[in-house]
């Protein structure tokens, strides 16, 4: 490229690719919005929910979403807690994207539940004998834990010192609190990101969710899948911007540690898997020939096992894959899609087996379809994601942390890839 | 207020919030397990006698009539059951009332609970609607309410007449055991059971006497009898809910 001298692919690149870029957002959110809306008014017999199948592509938007954001508390509490200090970069970036993941989740609840107009019961009315209920109190306590991260990022912002330094500088000083908040975080994540899990996991009525290990898969995905998604996300920026943000030594050794969590992840769904062959559990063999050799077949090979997790693992984990940033897109990309696919096959694996509470009962195939409505509002909620992200980079410091070495004390230098080591 | 906080402290605190955690954990499981060996007056239980079910649906339609259910979105199904020497069995099949009851144990606002005389009730008002006692049920005994019911009932006056008002859209419904009828019923003196008014609809309309209700706690109660004289089994028994219907096998 030769200065003074712009090709058609440099208009695009400078000129034309933002505002196309949120046009098009706008007018997806437009859509979701209306269909959302649609909804609220009418209810859920606009979507293809039956009684068989309760739960649908809005639950796997809410689950992915929360999952996508677990790179926030994991990234912080390396920060923080292990004293990775060197990761900061990378964490601030989760903190922004786990923001947006899960007010993403709470629109996706908002539409999902059957009186929205109650959406506050959860806080006031406990049952503490219910997941749900934890998962909602952790939610919701830790999305106030996010603003609070969150608001040195505004703090920070030039336009907001403009608008009334004093508020700025309150803004700003909220970092002192991050090292406490990270605790808090990591507890409250550490419980609900696995509780998320154990919702499916201690379901007797519905076999193939029945286990013990569904909270552990699911924390281990969400770990992987959350920071696969930082990641990304610095890259993206990065080449949009024609510039390194952030040091390529931080993105190698987060690669690598979500390489091998994602062979983790493999390890204990391999055993999970196999284990499950072996119990005769009425409605179990079922619903894993559905997965294995059935409709749900090429999400579960391809879309799970081989695209999202293996190959992407080996991408990361190989150093000569590692070291190409278009490799590394690629395999976080690929992991980030995997753990959704995850998501929607747990779900829709034990919902699309009838259940069988008597011998003239076999569990029988059901269906389900999401109609256009519920994939407007779904586009509509992931484009609210993105256009959050691409406001945040523009006008917020998302890649250009202030330095605070007053922060922690006692917190050594480490190298990135001490943390897999 | 001094911000400061070193590495040590994280772990001190982070221990301390994950022991308080635990604790916390320990002490709700352990109030699950006492709830269960609470005393109550009463322990209400349904019999259906498979052998003399003919399959004529008649429960469905009083049950329609006196919850207000809409058609379709029946509380009380009547399945067709595994036949026996080539004739055909039936599988009357209401809310079973658990002991254990997973509905409840997985609303995350309290909206299903379990009453002391075993009745696993619904509080509408307070329901948020998320389907997780749907996924939870083991019997499909509840339906959702995805639209509004606004369609006249069929089965009135012919089966009876609307007891309890109409659920309204967005919360999932089921079967009460006729609450409404059984706590009218004790409050005028009326024995469940026995007095056709303080007793389910569904057992009051079956015409071949197939069901019957009562009080588990009261030996002389038709069903304590007929429990004690008959062999019996429950639904998906290796579950461990402890179901309050308990049916009679057809014998050949």
Known sequence: ?421 | MSTKINRRDFLRLAGTTGAALIVLGAKTAASAQASVTKESKHRWAMVIDQAKCTGCGDCTLACRASNDVAKGKEWNVVLQDKPVGGKPVYLPRPCMHCEHPPCAEVCPVGATYKRDDGIVMMDYNKCIGCRYCEVACPYGARVFNWEENTQPNDAVPQWGTPEIVRRPRGVPEKCSFCYQRIDRGLEQGLTPGVDRRATPACVVACPAGARIFGDLNDPESNVSKWLKANDHHRLRADLGTEPRVYYLAKRS
Request: proline share 4%.
């Open chain 1, 1 to 421: 490229m030769t200065k003074n001298n712009f090709t058609l692919v440099d208009v695009l690149r400078h000129w034309l690719m933002y505002p196309i870029w949120m046009l098009g957002l706008a007018i997806t959110i437009l859509i979701g919005l209306a269909a959302g809306i649609a909804v609220l008014v009418k209810g859920l017999s606009l979507t293809g929910l039956t009684d068989n199948i309760p739960w649908g592509l809005w639950i796997t938007l809410d689950l992915s979403s929360i999952a996508i954001s677990a790179g926030a508390f994991s990234l912080s509490a390396a920060v923080y807690i292990l004293g990775i200090k060197s990761l900061r970069p990378v964490a601030r970036v989760a903190v922004f994207v786990g923001l947006i993941g899960y007010s993403m989740a709470l629109l996706a609840l908002l539409l999902d539940i059957g009186r929205p107009d109650r959406f506050w019961h959860a806080m006031v009315y406990w049952n503490t004998h219910s997941v749900l209920w934890e998962v909602t109190m952790c939610v919701a306590l830790y999305f106030s834990v996010l603003l609070v991260e969150f608001a040195p990022l505004i703090g920070e912002a030039a336009w907001m010192q403009k608008i009334s330094p004093r508020l700025a500088t309150m803004m700003a000083k909220l970092h002192h609190a991050a090292p406490l908040l990270a605790v808090a975080g990591l507890g409250l994540s550490l419980l609900h990101q696995s509780s998320l899990g154990a919702m499916y996991g201690i379901i007797k009525a519905r076999p193939i969710w029945f286990k013990p290990d569904m909270s552990i898969l699911f924390i281990i995905s969400a770990v992987a899948a959350g920071q696969a998604i930082t990641v990304f996300a610095c890259m993206v920026v990065g080449k949009l911007r024609g510039r390194t943000l952030v040091d390529r030594s931080l993105i190698d050794g987060v690669a690598r540690f979500i390489g091998f969590t994602v062979l983790g992840y493999l390890y204990l769904r391999f055993w999970d898997f196999l284990s499950m062959n072996y119990t005769n559990v009425p409605g179990r063999g079922e619903s894993l020939s559905v997965m294995t050799s059935g409709s749900l077949q090429w999400n579960f090979w391809i879309g799970e096992i081989i695209l999202g997790a293996a190959i992407p693992a080996g991408l990361l984990l190989w150093a000569r894959t590692r070291d190409d940033d278009r490799f590394v897109m690629l395999a976080t990309a690929l992991i980030v899609m995997g753990v959704v696919i995850y998501r929607s096959d747990t779900n829709l694996s034990g919902l699309i087996m009838t259940i069988a509470y008597t011998d003239a009962l076999s569990p029988t195939l059901v269906t389900y379809t999401p109609t256009w409505i519920e994939w407007a509002t779904t586009f509509g909620v992931v484009a609210y994601g993105l256009m959050a992200f691409t406001l945040g980079v523009r006008y917020l410091p998302v890649f250009t942390a202030a330095h605070h070495e007053d922060e922690i004390e006692g917190v050594k230098e480490l190298t990135p890839s001490a943390m897999t080591a």
